[in-house]
Each structure stands twice: as C-alpha cells, then as structure tokens.
Nanobody, 122 residues
Framework: QVQMVESGGGFVQAGESLTLSCTTS????????MSWFRQAPGKNREWVSCTMYNGQGTYYLPSVRGRFTISRDNAKKSVYLEMNDLRPEDTATYYC???????????????WGQGTQVTVSS
C-alpha cells in the first residue's frame, strides 16, 4: 500500500510562513507527479498544487500562486510545499497525494495519509 506522512504544519499568524513536507513509501516516487490538497472543516477537499515527475513543471491554485512553492526530492521520495504570506483562508488540513500519471492531471491514485494541520490566525 502506498503511504504518505505529512509534517510541518502549525499555528501561525497571518503573513507568516510554513514549509510542509511529505515522505512517501510503497511507491515508485520518481514515476509520478505529486500534488498537495487541503481540506477545511465543512468544505470539500481542494487541489492546491502539483509538480510533474521530474519537478520541471509546477501548477498552482490561483489563490496560492505567487505565495506557495512546490518542490520535490526524488532521492528522498519527498515533496514539499513552501507557504509564504499565509492567510486565514489557508487554514486547513494539508495532504500530499500521487497523481495517476507522470505529468499533472490532478487525479490521484486514491491513497491518503493523515495530513498536517495548518492554522492561520488574524
């Protein structure tokens, strides 16, 4: 079974920064694009960002573009999300997930970890 372990969340004030990490196992990591999703209470899971298998292409939800940066380290089977200028609307549980393809499609393999909580106060 594919497993993801997310970390790096925390409690911050608006305007501050966090960097999330996700380490995977049971996956040929370098064969897959990787995405970050988030889910706030009472809302559907929302796609945030994706990076293709080799990290050469990146894509972002418009509301985070310019503030968040996705990156990956295939040797470590890890993907990261640097989040700057955080806003209260960014408050959510953040999850990483493998795409079904090597290029970003936003369609995942269907495996989810526990996520990491990000709380941004005003």
């Amino acid at each position: 079974q594919v497993q993801m372990v997310e970390s790096g969340g925390g409690f911050v004030q608006a305007g501050e920064s966090l960097t999330l990490s996700c380490t995977t196992s049971g996956l040929r990591f370098g064969d897959y694009a990787m995405s970050w999703f988030r889910q706030a209470p009472g809302k559907n899971r929302e796609w945030v960002s994706c990076t293709m298998y080799n990290g050469q292409g990146t894509y972002y939800l418009p509301s985070v573009r310019g503030r968040f940066t996705i990156s990956r380290d295939n040797a470590k089977k890890s993907v990261y999300l640097e989040m700057n200028d955080l806003r209260p609307e960014d408050t959510a549980t953040y999850y990483c997930a493998p795409d079904q393809y090597d290029y970003c499609t936003q369609q995942t393999l269907g495996s989810w970890g526990q996520g990491t909580q990000v709380t941004v106060s005003s």
